[in-house]
Protein backbone atom coordinates (compact mmCIF):
# COMPACT_ATOMS: atom_id res chain seq x y z
CA UNK A 1 0.00 0.00 0.00
CA UNK A 2 1.01 3.39 -1.06
CA UNK A 3 0.42 6.48 1.36
CA UNK A 4 0.31 10.18 0.28
CA UNK A 5 -0.19 13.76 1.66
CA UNK A 6 -0.62 14.99 -1.56
CA UNK A 7 -4.22 15.89 -2.53
CA UNK A 8 -5.60 15.99 -5.92
CA UNK A 9 -9.25 17.28 -7.19
CA UNK A 10 -10.86 14.61 -8.77
CA UNK A 11 -14.44 12.71 -9.37
CA UNK A 12 -16.76 11.70 -6.44
CA UNK A 13 -19.49 11.50 -9.21
CA UNK A 14 -19.71 11.59 -12.66
CA UNK A 15 -22.46 10.49 -14.88
CA UNK A 16 -22.61 9.36 -18.62
CA UNK A 17 -24.33 12.00 -21.25
CA UNK A 18 -25.92 11.85 -24.47
CA UNK A 19 -27.06 13.74 -27.09
CA UNK A 20 -30.73 14.96 -26.81
CA UNK A 21 -30.53 15.36 -30.58
CA UNK A 22 -30.29 11.22 -31.17
CA UNK A 23 -33.06 9.91 -32.82
CA UNK A 24 -32.61 6.73 -30.52
CA UNK A 25 -33.20 7.12 -26.80
CA UNK A 26 -34.50 5.85 -23.98
CA UNK A 27 -35.14 8.89 -21.67
CA UNK A 28 -36.86 12.61 -22.31
CA UNK A 29 -34.71 15.10 -23.58
CA UNK A 30 -36.02 18.83 -22.40
CA UNK A 31 -35.16 21.97 -22.38
CA UNK A 32 -36.08 25.06 -19.85
CA UNK A 33 -37.53 28.55 -19.54
CA UNK A 34 -37.93 30.40 -16.27
CA UNK A 35 -37.31 27.03 -14.42
CA UNK A 36 -35.47 25.10 -11.72
CA UNK A 37 -34.02 22.04 -11.87
CA UNK A 38 -33.55 20.13 -8.79
CA UNK A 39 -31.47 17.09 -8.77
CA UNK A 40 -29.92 14.52 -6.15
CA UNK A 41 -26.33 13.14 -6.87
CA UNK A 42 -25.21 10.17 -4.99
CA UNK A 43 -21.94 10.40 -4.37
CA UNK A 44 -19.35 7.75 -5.04
CA UNK A 45 -16.30 9.70 -2.81
CA UNK A 46 -16.40 12.58 -0.57
CA UNK A 47 -13.84 15.28 0.59
CA UNK A 48 -13.60 18.22 2.67
CA UNK A 49 -15.04 20.63 0.35
CA UNK A 50 -17.11 20.44 -3.76
CA UNK A 51 -17.01 21.61 -7.35
CA UNK A 52 -19.96 20.89 -9.29
CA UNK A 53 -19.54 20.01 -13.46
CA UNK A 54 -21.96 21.84 -15.75
CA UNK A 55 -22.13 20.27 -19.13
CA UNK A 56 -23.37 21.68 -22.58
CA UNK A 57 -21.77 19.15 -24.71
CA UNK A 58 -24.02 18.16 -26.99
CA UNK A 59 -25.47 22.02 -27.23
CA UNK A 60 -26.19 23.47 -30.31
CA UNK A 61 -26.26 26.95 -28.79
CA UNK A 62 -24.80 28.47 -25.43
CA UNK A 63 -26.42 27.85 -22.24
CA UNK A 64 -27.03 30.28 -19.68
CA UNK A 65 -27.63 29.18 -15.85
CA UNK A 66 -28.65 32.05 -13.75
CA UNK A 67 -28.01 30.63 -10.38
CA UNK A 68 -27.07 27.46 -8.98
CA UNK A 69 -26.87 26.27 -5.27
CA UNK A 70 -25.31 22.81 -3.83
CA UNK A 71 -25.67 21.62 -0.01
CA UNK A 72 -27.77 24.99 0.59
CA UNK A 73 -24.86 26.66 -1.09
CA UNK A 74 -24.50 29.26 -3.56
CA UNK A 75 -22.40 28.29 -6.06
CA UNK A 76 -20.01 30.54 -7.77
CA UNK A 77 -18.06 30.30 -11.42
CA UNK A 78 -14.71 32.50 -11.20
CA UNK A 79 -16.77 34.41 -8.78
CA UNK A 80 -19.60 35.38 -10.54
CA UNK A 81 -23.38 33.50 -9.52
CA UNK A 82 -24.40 33.02 -13.34
CA UNK A 83 -22.71 31.04 -15.78
CA UNK A 84 -22.72 31.09 -19.91
CA UNK A 85 -21.48 27.06 -20.79
CA UNK A 86 -20.52 27.42 -24.91
CA UNK A 87 -21.25 24.66 -26.87
CA UNK A 88 -19.49 21.54 -26.76
CA UNK A 89 -17.98 22.72 -23.50
CA UNK A 90 -18.12 22.01 -20.07
CA UNK A 91 -17.14 24.19 -16.60
CA UNK A 92 -16.55 23.52 -13.18
CA UNK A 93 -17.73 25.60 -10.31
CA UNK A 94 -15.17 27.37 -7.79
CA UNK A 95 -14.94 25.11 -4.83
CA UNK A 96 -17.20 25.38 -2.08
CA UNK A 97 -16.03 24.81 1.46
CA UNK A 98 -18.19 22.40 2.98
CA UNK A 99 -17.30 18.41 3.44
CA UNK A 100 -19.47 16.23 1.63
CA UNK A 101 -19.53 11.96 1.96
CA UNK A 102 -18.73 9.10 0.29
CA UNK A 103 -22.31 7.54 -0.12
CA UNK A 104 -24.04 10.70 0.43
CA UNK A 105 -26.23 12.88 -1.22
CA UNK A 106 -25.94 16.00 -2.75
CA UNK A 107 -28.99 17.95 -4.01
CA UNK A 108 -28.41 20.56 -6.68
CA UNK A 109 -30.39 23.34 -8.19
CA UNK A 110 -30.23 25.01 -11.57
CA UNK A 111 -32.24 27.87 -12.49
CA UNK A 112 -32.66 28.43 -16.11
CA UNK A 113 -33.63 32.26 -16.60
CA UNK A 114 -33.95 31.55 -20.77
CA UNK A 115 -35.18 29.36 -23.21
CA UNK A 116 -32.94 26.70 -23.84
CA UNK A 117 -32.45 24.07 -26.56
CA UNK A 118 -32.49 20.62 -25.86
CA UNK A 119 -29.81 20.02 -23.15
CA UNK A 120 -26.99 17.53 -22.35
CA UNK A 121 -28.31 14.85 -20.28
CA UNK A 122 -28.44 11.30 -18.96
CA UNK A 123 -31.37 9.43 -19.77
CA UNK A 124 -32.22 6.27 -17.05
CA UNK A 125 -30.12 7.33 -14.57
CA UNK A 126 -32.36 5.27 -11.90
CA UNK A 127 -33.53 9.08 -9.86
CA UNK A 128 -35.89 11.74 -10.79
CA UNK A 129 -35.16 15.30 -11.65
CA UNK A 130 -37.39 17.74 -10.44
CA UNK A 131 -38.57 20.41 -12.84
CA UNK A 132 -40.12 23.78 -10.69
CA UNK A 133 -41.89 26.51 -12.83
CA UNK A 134 -42.27 29.95 -11.59
CA UNK A 135 -45.26 29.26 -10.14
CA UNK A 136 -44.26 26.57 -8.11
CA UNK A 137 -45.49 23.61 -9.69
CA UNK A 138 -43.28 20.94 -9.93
CA UNK A 139 -43.12 17.80 -12.42
CA UNK A 140 -40.85 14.75 -11.11
CA UNK A 141 -38.92 13.20 -14.91
CA UNK A 142 -36.06 10.42 -14.83
CA UNK A 143 -32.95 12.09 -16.09
CA UNK A 144 -30.48 13.87 -15.06
CA UNK A 145 -29.78 17.32 -16.73
CA UNK A 146 -26.73 19.68 -17.45
CA UNK A 147 -24.74 18.31 -14.41
CA UNK A 148 -22.09 15.77 -15.34
CA UNK A 149 -19.83 15.74 -12.18
CA UNK A 150 -18.46 16.59 -8.30
CA UNK A 151 -15.27 16.75 -7.57
CA UNK A 152 -13.41 16.40 -4.27
CA UNK A 153 -9.60 17.02 -2.95
CA UNK A 154 -8.79 13.29 -2.61
CA UNK A 155 -5.20 11.57 -1.45
CA UNK A 156 -3.61 11.23 -4.86
CA UNK A 157 -3.03 7.29 -3.73
CA UNK A 158 -6.62 7.16 -3.64
CA UNK A 159 -8.03 3.57 -5.35
CA UNK A 160 -10.71 5.86 -8.03
CA UNK A 161 -12.27 3.60 -10.47
CA UNK A 162 -14.89 4.27 -13.64
CA UNK A 163 -17.76 2.19 -13.86
CA UNK A 164 -17.71 2.32 -17.55
CA UNK A 165 -20.81 0.54 -19.58
CA UNK A 166 -24.23 0.65 -20.16
CA UNK A 167 -27.47 -0.16 -18.18
CA UNK A 168 -26.28 -2.90 -16.26
CA UNK A 169 -24.51 -0.20 -14.59
CA UNK A 170 -26.49 3.04 -15.19
CA UNK A 171 -29.20 0.75 -13.36
CA UNK A 172 -31.99 0.25 -15.36
CA UNK A 173 -34.77 -2.03 -13.36
CA UNK A 174 -33.75 -1.29 -10.18
CA UNK A 175 -35.35 1.17 -7.77
CA UNK A 176 -35.62 4.56 -8.62
CA UNK A 177 -33.98 7.08 -6.03
CA UNK A 178 -33.20 3.89 -3.32
CA UNK A 179 -28.95 3.85 -4.61
CA UNK A 180 -29.62 0.37 -5.62
CA UNK A 181 -27.77 0.18 -8.71
CA UNK A 182 -24.92 -2.10 -9.44
CA UNK A 183 -22.06 0.28 -9.10
CA UNK A 184 -23.56 1.24 -5.51
CA UNK A 185 -23.67 -1.71 -3.88
CA UNK A 186 -20.09 -2.46 -5.39
CA UNK A 187 -19.08 0.98 -2.89
CA UNK A 188 -20.82 -0.17 -0.69
CA UNK A 189 -18.20 -3.30 0.01
CA UNK A 190 -14.86 -1.43 -0.69
CA UNK A 191 -12.81 -0.40 2.73
CA UNK A 192 -11.27 2.24 0.53
CA UNK A 193 -11.48 4.33 -2.94
CA UNK A 194 -14.34 4.57 -4.68
CA UNK A 195 -16.16 3.74 -8.14
CA UNK A 196 -17.91 6.58 -10.43
CA UNK A 197 -20.89 5.73 -12.25
CA UNK A 198 -20.55 6.08 -16.26
CA UNK A 199 -23.08 3.98 -17.23
CA UNK A 200 -25.22 4.54 -20.30
CA UNK A 201 -28.45 2.62 -20.90
CA UNK A 202 -28.40 1.11 -24.58
CA UNK A 203 -24.70 2.22 -25.28
CA UNK A 204 -22.82 -0.25 -27.41
CA UNK A 205 -19.14 -1.07 -27.29
CA UNK A 206 -19.17 -0.50 -31.92
CA UNK A 207 -21.45 1.76 -32.92
CA UNK A 208 -22.79 4.91 -31.83
CA UNK A 209 -27.14 4.67 -31.27
CA UNK A 210 -27.71 5.61 -27.94
CA UNK A 211 -24.68 7.80 -26.76
CA UNK A 212 -20.99 7.54 -28.65
CA UNK A 213 -20.02 4.10 -28.52
CA UNK A 214 -17.86 3.11 -26.20
CA UNK A 215 -14.36 3.38 -27.91
CA UNK A 216 -15.17 6.81 -28.68
CA UNK A 217 -16.59 7.57 -25.20
CA UNK A 218 -13.68 6.40 -23.32
CA UNK A 219 -11.39 8.73 -24.33
CA UNK A 220 -13.65 11.88 -23.68
CA UNK A 221 -15.46 10.41 -20.29
CA UNK A 222 -12.71 7.91 -18.73
CA UNK A 223 -9.63 9.54 -19.51
CA UNK A 224 -9.99 13.24 -18.18
CA UNK A 225 -10.81 11.71 -14.88
CA UNK A 226 -7.78 13.01 -13.02
CA UNK A 227 -5.69 9.92 -10.82
CA UNK A 228 -8.17 7.40 -12.11
CA UNK A 229 -6.21 3.84 -11.74
CA UNK A 230 -9.17 1.17 -12.62
CA UNK A 231 -11.52 1.29 -15.59
CA UNK A 232 -14.67 -1.48 -15.02
CA UNK A 233 -16.42 -2.35 -18.20
CA UNK A 234 -19.93 -4.03 -18.97
CA UNK A 235 -20.80 -3.64 -22.14
CA UNK A 236 -21.51 -6.38 -25.35
CA UNK A 237 -25.57 -6.85 -24.61
CA UNK A 238 -26.69 -3.93 -26.88
CA UNK A 239 -24.19 -4.64 -29.79
CA UNK A 240 -26.14 -7.74 -29.93
CA UNK A 241 -29.77 -6.60 -29.02
CA UNK A 242 -30.01 -3.20 -30.74
CA UNK A 243 -28.68 -3.84 -34.54
CA UNK A 244 -32.17 -6.47 -34.86
CA UNK A 245 -34.14 -2.95 -33.86
CA UNK A 246 -32.42 -0.65 -36.37
CA UNK A 247 -31.42 -2.76 -39.26
CA UNK A 248 -27.92 -3.68 -39.10
CA UNK A 249 -26.22 -6.12 -39.70
CA UNK A 250 -25.80 -8.19 -36.63
CA UNK A 251 -22.40 -7.86 -34.65
CA UNK A 252 -20.14 -11.07 -34.51
CA UNK A 253 -18.14 -12.75 -31.78
CA UNK A 254 -15.08 -11.47 -34.02
CA UNK A 255 -16.28 -8.52 -34.13
CA UNK A 256 -16.60 -7.69 -29.73
CA UNK A 257 -13.24 -9.40 -29.17
CA UNK A 258 -11.63 -6.71 -31.06
CA UNK A 259 -13.81 -3.93 -29.38
CA UNK A 260 -12.61 -5.57 -26.00
CA UNK A 261 -9.12 -5.74 -26.88
CA UNK A 262 -8.66 -2.30 -28.25
CA UNK A 263 -10.53 -1.09 -25.15
CA UNK A 264 -8.21 -2.66 -22.98
CA UNK A 265 -5.30 -1.72 -24.99
CA UNK A 266 -6.86 1.94 -24.79
CA UNK A 267 -7.07 1.56 -20.99
CA UNK A 268 -3.07 -0.01 -20.49
CA UNK A 269 -1.74 2.85 -22.63
CA UNK A 270 -3.04 5.22 -20.02
CA UNK A 271 -1.65 3.00 -17.27
CA UNK A 272 -4.77 1.96 -15.94
CA UNK A 273 -6.18 -1.74 -14.84
CA UNK A 274 -9.01 -2.94 -16.85
CA UNK A 275 -11.66 -5.36 -15.02
CA UNK A 276 -14.15 -6.61 -18.07
CA UNK A 277 -17.65 -8.04 -16.80
CA UNK A 278 -18.91 -11.26 -18.80
CA UNK A 279 -21.79 -10.18 -21.07
CA UNK A 280 -25.29 -10.97 -19.10
CA UNK A 281 -28.36 -13.69 -20.24
CA UNK A 282 -30.63 -12.01 -22.01
CA UNK A 283 -32.21 -15.13 -23.87
CA UNK A 284 -30.97 -14.66 -27.27
CA UNK A 285 -27.79 -14.25 -29.48
CA UNK A 286 -26.93 -17.23 -27.35
CA UNK A 287 -23.71 -18.50 -29.80
CA UNK A 288 -22.23 -15.26 -30.37
CA UNK A 289 -23.09 -14.43 -26.51
CA UNK A 290 -21.30 -17.56 -25.53
CA UNK A 291 -18.21 -17.20 -27.67
CA UNK A 292 -17.38 -14.14 -26.51
CA UNK A 293 -17.46 -14.56 -22.62
CA UNK A 294 -15.43 -17.78 -23.29
CA UNK A 295 -12.87 -15.63 -24.57
CA UNK A 296 -13.12 -12.64 -21.99
CA UNK A 297 -12.76 -15.36 -18.95
CA UNK A 298 -9.62 -17.10 -20.51
CA UNK A 299 -7.66 -14.38 -22.86
CA UNK A 300 -5.94 -13.20 -20.22
CA UNK A 301 -6.47 -9.72 -21.98
CA UNK A 302 -7.69 -8.07 -19.18
CA UNK A 303 -6.57 -7.53 -15.58
CA UNK A 304 -9.63 -9.04 -13.78
CA UNK A 305 -12.86 -10.59 -15.06
CA UNK A 306 -15.73 -10.18 -13.33
CA UNK A 307 -18.25 -12.95 -13.95
CA UNK A 308 -21.48 -11.52 -13.98
CA UNK A 309 -23.07 -13.69 -16.42
CA UNK A 310 -22.47 -16.86 -14.32
CA UNK A 311 -23.41 -14.59 -11.06
CA UNK A 312 -27.06 -13.79 -12.61
CA UNK A 313 -28.15 -16.50 -14.50
CA UNK A 314 -30.91 -19.35 -14.37
CA UNK A 315 -29.05 -22.71 -13.03
CA UNK A 316 -31.95 -24.48 -15.02
CA UNK A 317 -32.02 -21.65 -18.26
CA UNK A 318 -28.58 -20.21 -18.45
CA UNK A 319 -28.87 -18.13 -21.21
CA UNK A 320 -31.96 -16.09 -18.84
CA UNK A 321 -31.56 -13.97 -16.06
CA UNK A 322 -32.66 -15.69 -12.33
CA UNK A 323 -36.28 -15.10 -12.23
CA UNK A 324 -35.71 -13.67 -8.77
CA UNK A 325 -33.15 -11.37 -10.31
CA UNK A 326 -35.08 -10.37 -13.47
CA UNK A 327 -36.46 -6.68 -13.16
CA UNK A 328 -39.37 -7.98 -15.43
CA UNK A 329 -38.08 -7.41 -19.38
CA UNK A 330 -35.80 -10.21 -19.49
CA UNK A 331 -33.59 -7.95 -20.01
CA UNK A 332 -32.48 -5.52 -16.78
CA UNK A 333 -31.72 -6.47 -13.13
CA UNK A 334 -33.59 -5.70 -10.28
CA UNK A 335 -32.12 -4.91 -6.86
CA UNK A 336 -31.36 -8.38 -6.12
CA UNK A 337 -29.46 -8.80 -9.30
CA UNK A 338 -27.64 -5.53 -8.91
CA UNK A 339 -26.11 -6.47 -5.61
CA UNK A 340 -25.23 -9.85 -7.39
CA UNK A 341 -23.68 -8.27 -10.26
CA UNK A 342 -21.55 -5.88 -7.25
CA UNK A 343 -20.88 -9.11 -5.88
CA UNK A 344 -19.22 -11.15 -9.00
CA UNK A 345 -16.44 -8.22 -8.74
CA UNK A 346 -12.94 -9.63 -6.86
CA UNK A 347 -12.38 -6.83 -5.04
CA UNK A 348 -8.51 -8.18 -4.86
CA UNK A 349 -8.64 -6.52 -8.50
CA UNK A 350 -9.91 -3.21 -6.66
CA UNK A 351 -6.61 -2.65 -4.91
CA UNK A 352 -4.04 -0.47 -5.93
Given amino acids: MRYSHVMIWTAAFRTGVMDPHEELHFGEPRGFAD ?6 LHLAGGGEAFRVRLTNRFGRTPLTVGAATAADAKLTFGGAGQVVVPPGEEVASDPVEVPVTAGGDLRVDLYFPERTDLVTYSHRPAELARIIDNDGRIEAVEGRYVVSGVDVPA ?27 SVDFLNRRLASGWVVNLGIAGNRLLR ?5 HALARFDREVLPIP ?26 ADDLVAGFTALADKAHRAGLRIVVATI ?7 DVRRQVNDWIRTAGVFDGVADVAHAVADPRRPDHIRRDFDSGDGMHLNDLGAQAMADSFDLRDLTL
Fill in 208 to 212: DGVGD
Fill in 227 to 252: ALTHVLVNLGINDLVLPGMLGEPPAS
Fill in 35 to 40: QTVRQV
Fill in 155 to 181: PADTMIAAAFGDSWFEGVGTTRGANHR
Fill in 280 to 286: GPFGAAV
